[in-house]
């Protein structure tokens, strides 16, 4: 199984930045790719960013330019880097990690970002 630690979010103002992490543990070598989802208030649980173990990453189209998404090379932290931020990012971001062996998710207990000023 996996457990999955968010942190680093926080209240910032229009155009300030963020760095979140998420810390992985337990059977780290079954995850494939992790991401970043965030959740707004009233709002579906949306993707923000992923990476594959391979470093391939996709970005949803809101903030492509302004997130970048790192893991480190042993798979046991994701790094979601958010700058120029806006209102709109303002959401509880939640750290996700897929497992082909085990077919499933994982999922941390969010960190709340709020973007206001």
């Known amino acids: 199984q996996v457990q999955l630690v968010e942190s680093g979010g926080g209240l910032v103002q229009p155009g300030g930045s963020l760095r979140l992490a998420c810390a992985a543990s337990?059977?780290?070598?079954?995850?494939?790719?992790m991401g970043w989802y965030r959740q707004a208030p009233g709002k579906q649980r949306e993707l923000v960013a992923i990476?594959?173990?391979?470093?391939?990453?996709n970005y949803a189209d809101s903030v492509l330019g302004r997130f970048t998404i790192s893991r480190d090379n042993f798979g046991s932290t994701v790094w979601l880097q958010m700058s120029s931020l806006k209102p709109e990012d303002t959401a509880v971001y939640y750290c996700?990690?897929?497992?082909?062996?085990?077919?499933?998710?994982?999922w941390g207990q969010g960190t709340q970002v709020t973007v206001a000023s």
């Open positions: 990476i594959s173990k391979g470093g391939d990453t």
């Open positions: 996700n990690a897929w497992s082909a062996e085990y077919q499933r998710d994982y």
């Open positions: 337990g059977d780290i070598f079954r995850i494939n790719h």
